[in-house]
């Protein structure tokens, strides 16, 4: 008699636990593992497992299939076990749903279908090589910027210097002492008669607790020159009457011996008389005044600094210094003056001017003060000042692309006027 399930009806074999059908246990084996009842040959099972309708053993109605979740590959050779025996023959013409995808372990991973991918993991010390690398690109920006305001500014300096350098200023060395005795004033005389400087003889000076005054007088003719070369300090030069100059020199600050100690050369000869420039001093100041023949011939400086004024002189000037302050009063002779940085204040009377005169500035302004009746041919240019004119002049000023000029006669004309400045304003006034 046919057994069939309580539950589903479904008909029950020999030796079932569970109804195939609905899963239900129906208690009818005696073993403890009783073996799975095969389906008959030709059976919808019995076959290879992709060969025709598949019947699962799930308890699920319908047959649910188990196969593997995923694509698939088609004949997929499945290793068998050595003493498994002989393969069937339909199981190795079998083949696998052409979804089926097989999974291998990963290694020391419980579950998974397949390894992951593991990228290359990220190298650590980038960023802090980038960092190291930008700090080089500063240092080396930083470094070729000093490198190159260095030579910049070293540029600008040499420039500066080669464009104020004052010519024929000797480098004077420091004065060696002379032997005392015959052989000391033999030497000396030697010295002086060949014309080369000899320290100014200060006996006779007045010396005080701030000052030491040393005043001397020199026979010259009018055709002869007085020069200053290579000396700082401030000078006034006035012209007088009579064929003697005199030279007065006032040394200012320290004690008497270092007031001694700063010397004042000084060289004769029947065409010259000069002063030359000694050992410099930062704590003494050396200043003179000089009276010379109204009409001696010619008075020529080369300075680096110093203030020099000129009153009353009826000589030749020719003036180059690199930096002070420039004044003439009532000079009616030829004057060459450059100046390089400083000012220059001139002022002329009624006084004839037998020849041109001409004043230049770099760095500076130029003040002509000119009285009615004074005759000259004027011309005065600026390359980035300004010039103002007294409108009693009746002059008109042009523009230029670069600078100012005018031209134009005062009084009744005569010789040249000539006021020039680089850097600076130019100023007429009556």
């Not at 007065?248 to 004042?264: C, L, M, N, Y």
């Not at 400086?301 to 004044?327: P, T, V």
């Not at 003439?328 to 940085?341: T, Y």
Request: with cysteine; proline share 7%.
């Amino acid at each position: 008699m046919t057994e069939r399930c309580n539950n589903c009806g479904a008909e029950l074999y020999a030796g079932q636990q569970f109804c195939r059908q609905c899963g239900t246990p129906v208690a009818r084996a005696q073993q403890q593992d009783a073996p799975t009842q095969l389906f008959p040959k030709g059976g919808p099972n019995s076959g290879p497992v992709n060969s025709g309708p598949f019947a699962g053993t799930s308890p699920l109605a319908g047959g649910a299939r188990t196969d593997a979740v995923g694509p698939q590959t088609a004949a997929a050779y499945q290793p068998r076990p050595s003493n498994s025996g002989p393969m069937p023959t339909g199981f190795q013409q079998a083949q696998t749903p052409a979804s089926f995808q097989y999974t291998s372990p990963l290694v020391g991973q419980p579950f998974g279908s397949q390894p992951l991918s593991v990228g290359t993991p990220a190298r650590k010390g980038r960023g802090l090589k980038w960092l190291v690398a930008l700090f080089a690109v500063f240092v080396f920006s930083v470094g070729a910027l000093g490198v190159g305001g260095y030579l910049w500014l070293r540029a600008k300096r040499q420039s500066y210097a080669a464009r104020t350098n004052v010519p024929n200023v000797p480098n004077i060395p420091k004065i060696p002492e002379m032997p005392s005795g015959d052989i000391g004033n033999k030497i000396k005389q030697a010295l002086k008669e060949a014309g080369l400087p000899q320290p100014l003889d200060e006996s006779g000076a007045t010396v005080t607790g701030t000052d030491t005054v040393i005043t001397k007088t020199f026979q010259l003719d009018d055709d002869a020159t007085f020069s200053v070369r290579g000396i700082g300090g401030n000078f006034t030069i006035t012209g007088t009457d009579g064929e003697q100059a005199e030279v007065k020199v006032t040394k200012h600050g320290g004690s008497p011996d270092e007031r001694k100690a700063v010397p004042v050369l000084l060289s004769q000869t029947d065409e010259q008389l000069s002063i030359v420039g000694g050992p410099a001093s930062s704590g003494v100041e050396v200043s003179y005044e000089i009276k010379l023949p109204r009409d001696l011939k010619k008075i020529e400086i080369r300075s680096d600094h110093g203030d020099l004024k000129f009153a009353d002189f009826g000589g030749a000037i020719d003036i180059k210094l690199r930096q002070g302050n420039l004044e003439f009063r009532d000079v009616s002779g030829s004057v060459h003056s450059e100046l390089v940085k400083g000012d220059v204040k001139l002022s002329l009377d009624k006084s004839e001017r037998e020849d041109g005169q001409e004043f230049s500035v770099v760095n500076g302004n130029i003040e002509a003060t000119i009285a009615d009746g004074a005759d000259a041919n004027l011309k005065a240019e600026t390359i980035t000042g300004e010039i103002s004119v007294d409108e009693r002049y009746g002059l008109k000023v042009e523009k230029h692309p670069a600078g100012r000029s005018v031209t134009g006669q005062l009084g009744d004309g005569g010789p040249a006027l000539g006021l020039k400045a680089v850097n600076g304003d130019i100023r007429l006034k009556k």
